[in-house]
T-cell receptor, first 112, second 113 residues
Framework: GQQLNQSPQSMFIQEGEDVSMNCTSS?????WLWYKQDPGEGPVLLIA?????ELTSNGRLTAQFGITRKDSFLNISASIPSDVGIYFC????????????FGTGTRLKVLA | KAGVTQTPRYLIKTRGQQVTLSCSPI?????VSWYQQTPGQGLQFLFE???????NKGNFPGRFSGRQFSNSRSEMNVSTLELGDSALYLC????????????FGEGSRLTVL
């Protein structure tokens, strides 16, 4: 079946560093969503992207909708300990549906 | 505005039993989706309801079913539980009629013994 590949799978970073992660698809997406999930909790929506090339920020987070429509990127600036968690990308492989596919996740660990 | 509410948060069942999980969406949201999350398979789509109608269904056996009520609240049921059904079941609601943001609840953690 269709998959969303996220990289890296996990990363350790120092507090204060910037973080970059990406998500790629084998087919075109018209919507990209980025989520963060803490242990034992549901995913929390960080950023939603709806247009190719779109760059959207939410505090220290910035996400971009790739111009090929097959990828998306999430950057976290000046990381802090509470950024620890798993970050997921998601999107619908077909327009006009809520049947979303989720990426495999990027596990972020921040060293104080 | 209250978020998506799921009950129960935790439950333990034995093989062969059935379970019903409940989801109350954010007020005004008419689309409700259900996902299963496991360490091995990640987040997988179960089904989506809008105005009491199932619009999409994932690749799960018929033991997994759901419904939506007129007030948009939704339930999902799993019958004849198997060990592999142990997972975090997540409900999400959406404000748009078609494709948009998904807002998740905290999930129902099901353990099948």
């Amino acid at each position: 079946g269709q998959q969303l590949n996220q990289s890296p799978q996990s990363m350790f970073i120092q507090e204060g560093e910037d973080v970059s992660m990406n998500c790629t698809s084998s087919s075109i997406f018209n919507t990209w969503l980025w989520y963060k999930q803490d242990p034992g909790e549901g995913p929390v929506l960080l950023i939603a992207l709806y247009k190719a090339g779109e760059l959207t920020s939410n505090g220290r987070l910035t996400a971009q909708f790739g111009i090929t429509r097959k990828d998306s990127f999430l950057n976290i600036s000046a990381s802090i300990p509470s950024d620890v968690g798993i970050y997921f990308c998601a999107g619908p492989p077909r327009s006009g549906t809520y049947k979303y596919i989720f990426g495999t996740g990027t596990r972020l660990k921040v060293l104080a | 505005k209250a978020g998506v509410t799921q009950t129960p948060r935790y439950l333990i069942k034995t093989r062969g039993q059935q379970v019903t999980l409940s989801c109350s969406p954010i007020s005004g949201h008419r689309s409700v989706s259900w996902y299963q999350q496991t360490p091995g398979q990640g987040l997988q789509f179960l089904f989506e309801y809008f105005s009491e109608t199932q619009r999409n269904k994932g690749n799960f056996p018929g033991r997994f079913s759901g419904r939506q009520f007129s007030n948009s609240r939704s339930e999902m049921n799993v019958s004849t539980l198997e060990l592999g059904d142990s997972a975090l079941y997540l409900c999400a609601s959406s404000p748009r009629t078609l494709t948009g943001e998904l807002f998740f609840g905290e999930g129902s953690r099901l353990t099948v013994l």
